[in-house]
């Protein structure tokens, strides 16, 4: 199985910008990054500027997109896949897959929280969290990460994610 770790937050949270910095920090240290980015409205492929395009321009080896009609690598479908659908169907020679959306799944999840989007915490203790990346530190019993400490996420990443699989 290839180890995930799911990029969660709202919208305007900053997910996209910490994605494309830890494909670029983990391909830096010798990893096949894939992304899964859900949408659940749907979505045209492959438009210049769009989530989609910029994790490929940041140097993803695979993107697939999945919304409840479409899922690219472009396929039609009737229903929203699970992610662990589309990890079998779709990804392959890759050492680890971030997810951004899908904040209900099982995988390991680090959110992504900003002040100025002025919004409570998705943090849910026992809801396989594993750190958050803020503009601000939080002390609630998981790692807290400067948003900007692409690093450290990525130190956090490749030991607890990518070294125990």
Known sequence: MIPAVSIVGK?????????????????QRGYRVATIKHNRHGFDIDH????????KKAGAQMTVIASPIQVAIIEDTERDYEISELIENYIHDVDIILIEGFKGNAYPKIEVFRSEVGHELLYIPHNNYVAIASDQPFNIGIPSFDINNVTGIADLIENSILNTT
């Open 11 to 27: 919208s305007g949270s900053g997910k996209t910008t910490l994605i494309e910095k830890l494909i670029h920090e983990l391909r």
């Open 48 to 55: 210049e500027g769009k989530d989609s395009w910029r994790h």
